[in-house]
């Protein structure tokens, strides 16, 4: 019997759940081996670091992605069309400007706000040319979502998630090899290259299946404004999303840094790095199937979309709660393991573990809505990104013991408008 398209698609997250399943807790028993505490709080912050990329990115990958899904449309006899390959052409000479201006923006912008951010640490760590040397491989890795969106864009879901699996493999062994070979703080831009230089290859060996669609005759009547105007409705609700998204999720650790110092920073981040992980895992499921939900919604098969979301949101939540049920009994279990010692309490862990699982459904449940190429939850991310440090922040001013507590119950407001939200639109306006 042959799998369907989004059958494989999920045996590619079940194998890329494994990796990291496997990864993801070898990465943090290295580095809680290998680095020292104030070395982790360096660490973690200039991950926080890396994915300020997003302030600057703006969400537009995942717009392009949109408009690609929806421009993904065949004939009678099965092939593209004439417009949709001229338009999937035009969207994809459109990215290749924007991420040259976003990688160019990003590098000169992140080195002068990182100076400034570490610039009144008084320690031995040598953090200076690590530091830049991460923004500029993070800069090169920013610029290959050009292809990233443009392969889940176009239903080439297989590849580009081979793709992924790989890269994030590769780059799991360089990491872990840097640590080892005690090449310190320099290891996360060295992982960050490694990751990118895969993409590379992979696009050059596979580059007549990667570029098959673009029609080279529809390079004419491209403009950059006008692509721009076009997907601007969604782009400017989109990127609010995504700039306030990024303190949504990295204000722990940024926050942490300031106000706690590096070493209590090290126990914040890889506490988070933990439960993030998970998340990371669990969510895959989902997220891999993003663009198939958006071109089976583009072509009336909502149905079909309900029944791949259902699926795949019980099998994400069943593996979320597996991970952090296990882990929990892990520690009880072994109390006196060397890692633990570098962790929060039992009781905060399970506070932010439930902070990312309810993280996962409301993410879900918006991120099916956002399917349908809408984007009504600008308000929400704006909460989010205000309120979630805010309260983490207050409860390190008051002194509260659970330090995730605020933050968690921050969240009742986003889960009542996004459950509210997805029943009105698919169920009752469908």
């Not at 000479?93 to 706000?113: D, G, K, P």
């Not at 259902?310 to 009880?332: D, E, N």
Request: aromatic share 18%; net charge neutral; proline share 2%.
């Amino acid at each position: 019997m042959s799998l369907s398209k989004t059958d494989i698609i999920a045996a590619y997250s079940a194998v890329a759940a494994v990796v990291r399943m496997l990864s993801g807790p070898l990465t943090i028993l290295i580095v809680g081996a290998l680095l020292t505490t104030e070395e982790m709080g360096f660490y973690y912050t200039f991950y926080s670091f890396v994915t300020m990329a997003m302030l600057f990115e703006v969400g537009v990958g995942y717009v392009l992605k949109q408009f690609y899904s929806h421009e993904i449309k065949l004939d009678a006899n099965g092939n593209l069309a004439g417009s949709s390959q001229r338009s999937v052409n035009h969207i994809f000479r459109f990215s290749l400007q924007w991420y040259s201006l976003v990688v160019l923006v990003y590098i000169s912008s992140i080195s002068v706000l990182g100076g400034f951010y570490f610039s009144d640490y008084v320690g031995e760590i040598e953090w200076q040319a690590p530091f830049y040397l991460l923004v500029c491989a993070s800069g090169f890795r920013v610029f290959l979502n050009v292809y990233d969106s443009y392969l889940d864009g176009v239903q080439y879901q297989e590849l580009v998630n081979a793709i992924r699996l790989l890269s994030t493999l590769l780059a799991a062994f360089s990491l872990w090899a840097a640590i080892y070979l005690d090449l310190g703080l320099y290891s996360v831009a060295i992982a960050q290259l490694v990751s990118g230089l895969v993409i590379v290859c992979i696009v050059l060996l596979r580059r007549a299946k990667v570029f098959s669609l673009l029609g080279s005759e529809f390079k004419e009547g491209y403009s950059f404004k006008a692509q721009f105007s076009e997907i601007f409705p969604l782009f400017g609700k989109t990127s609010l999303v995504w700039f306030f998204g990024y303190f949504f999720w990295n204000g722990f650790t940024l926050i942490a840094f300031r106000v706690y110092g590096a070493e209590f920073a090290g126990r914040i981040g890889l506490s988070v790095s933990i439960a993030r992980g998970g998340y990371d895992v669990a969510s895959s499921f989902l997220l891999n199937q993003r663009t198939i939900l958006a071109n089976q919604i583009a072509n009336n098969q909502v149905d079909a979309a309900l029944k791949v979301f259902r699926r795949y949101f019980l099998i994400a939540a069943v593996v979320l709660v597996s991970g952090y049920g296990g882990f929990l009994c892990f520690q009880y279990w072994l109390p006196d393991f060397y890692l633990f010692a570098k962790l929060l309490g039992p009781t905060e862990l399970l506070t932010l573990f439930a902070f990312f699982l309810v993280t996962l459904v409301t993410g879900s449940l918006n991120n099916f809505v956002r399917a349908y190429k809408i984007e009504p939850f600008v308000s929400m991310s704006i909460y989010g990104a205000i309120f979630v440090p805010l309260a983490f922040w207050l409860g390190s001013q008051f002194s509260i013991d659970n330090i995730f507590l605020p933050s968690l119950l921050v969240l009742i407001v986003p889960v009542y408008v996004s459950v509210s939200t997805f029943y009105n639109k698919v169920y009752r306006h469908a």
